[in-house]
């Protein structure tokens, strides 16, 4: 079989879907970082999902669904996204193999599990996880850029196949996307502005009564779920705990991660735009990355029995955590650029 690879600019990121919309729209000749994709899409926010198990658990996410984030930027860059779901998986695998033929390099929605590539100890069964597919080689492998891996790596077809039509919550049934032609010249500067007032209006959680899950409203259910977890026992406490952290530092980049990222993007905006207020914002919001991070921390120790950390100690810490989202989401709408 002769040898397929279409031109790709592989760089590292902090987080799957992000990577995938930065070095796909790199490699089609439009330089764009994963702190500005994050930042365009709005996808920073806060959900806890209690109708939504992983594990038995509730589900918590720190940023906007998947392929929120590819749609998104697609559209305020005026690029058509073309987007495919297959009920068939050898028709899965014949649409992909005809993309590349046609030069294309492909998006992907797969399970990290049936990833080969991943270390043993990093599997598990998470489905939202994107990567991008730029050709096959000699032997038949798919070549992939994984944007959470600093190289580009092989994956089987077989292996591929299964990561792709995987079972289970958020179930990528397939999933591939391809961008349309980008345009000559963007002004990022407007959707920058457009982006942020969008972000900042969804921080504080629906304005729905009685739905307390998102936002700002959610991370204060959060807290008070957590000091609830005094009257179960200690084992339930420890495995929740533990859960909560997992989500956030370990699947999808995470609560502080993602917290990190949107200020990266704050930062680059404020060079782009000349903005010295998304400068002072950025600051402030690796400083709520940070106390994210102290969150995690705490119920770490709690976990392993490390210190006398009480749970209303992590509740607390986690209500910091809200107030200053808070905080961020009232100087975001306060913004010169607004008035």
Not at 184 to 196: C, T
């Amino acid at each position: 079989m002769s040898e397929i690879v279409n031109h790709l600019i592989h760089q590292q990121s902090s987080h799957c879907e992000t990577g995938v919309v930065a070095n796909m729209l790199s490699s089609k000749g439009f330089a764009m970082s994963e702190p500005m994709a994050f930042g365009l899409a709005s996808a920073l926010t806060f959900a806890y999902l209690p109708f939504v198990k992983i594990g038995g658990l509730p589900l918590i996410a720190y940023r906007m669904p998947p392929k929120t984030i590819i749609k998104t930027v697609a559209k305020k860059l005026n690029i058509e996204l073309i987007t495919r779901k297959f009920s068939n998986p050898q028709k899965g695998m014949q649409a992909l193999d005809q993309a590349l033929e046609e030069g294309h390099i492909v998006g992907l929605q797969t399970s990290v599990y049936w990833l080969p590539y991943f270390p043993e100890d990093m599997r598990f069964h998470f489905n939202a996880h994107n990567l991008t597919v730029y050709g096959k080689n000699a032997q038949g492998d798919y070549l992939i850029s994984d944007p959470v891996f600093e190289e580009v790596v092989t994956c089987s077809p077989e292996s591929l196949q299964r990561a792709r039509f995987a079972k289970g919550a958020l179930a990528p049934k397939g999933l591939m996307y391809i961008l349309g032609k980008v345009p000559e010249k963007i002004d990022l500067a407007p959707q920058i502005y457009k982006s942020l007032k969008k972000t900042a209006k969804m921080m504080n959680g629906l304005p729905v009564p009685g739905v307390p899950f998102f936002g700002v409203k959610g991370i204060r259910y959060l807290a008070k779920k957590i000091s609830e977890l005094e009257n179960k026992p200690s084992k339930y406490a420890r495995l929740y705990l533990g859960h909560i952290v997992r989500m956030q530092e370990e699947i999808g980049t995470g609560g502080a991660g993602f917290r990190f990222i949107f200020a990266s993007f704050l930062d680059e905006a404020s060079k782009l735009t000349g903005d010295s207020e998304l400068f002072e914002l950025s600051q402030f919001t690796t400083e709520i990355g940070d106390q994210w991070r102290a969150f995690a921390v705490q119920a770490v120790l709690f976990c392993k029995d490390r210190k006398s950390i009480s749970l209303q100690d992590i509740s607390a810490v986690l209500i910091k955590c809200a107030e200053m989202e808070k905080q961020l989401q009232s100087r975001l709408l306060s913004l010169s650029a607004f008035k």
